[in-house]
């Protein structure tokens, strides 16, 4: 099974590009490593990465945390997802 993870967060005014980069810095930092990464950035200095993992929907997988500091205006969204296949 295939196990995607989706983390999003909202930098504050202009931190777009710091969060980005604390984002990509973080996911090299995980314990293991993903099938797949992919990172996205959004209008309003968002940012989502989704990772997908070949485990069960339930296992004990690596996340991204909470960014410390003043670099996000609300807490992070996370979403787990079972990968039903590409088209």
């Not at 967060?9 to 995980?30: F, I, K, S, T």
């Not at 940012?47 to 609300?74: C, F, K, N, Q």
């Amino acid at each position: 099974m295939t196990v995607a993870l989706m983390w999003e967060a909202r930098a504050v005014p202009g931190g777009g590009a710091d969060l980005l980069a604390w984002a990509g810095e973080a996911v090299r930092e995980l314990p293991g490593r993903p099938l797949r990464r992919e990172t996205f950035r959004a209008p309003q200095d968002r940012v989502l990465v989704i990772t997908w993992w070949d485990a069960p929907y339930d296992a004990d997988l690596p996340e991204l945390p909470e960014p410390e500091g003043e670099l996000i205006t609300r807490p992070v969204h996370r979403w787990r997802f079972e990968s039903l296949g590409s088209v």
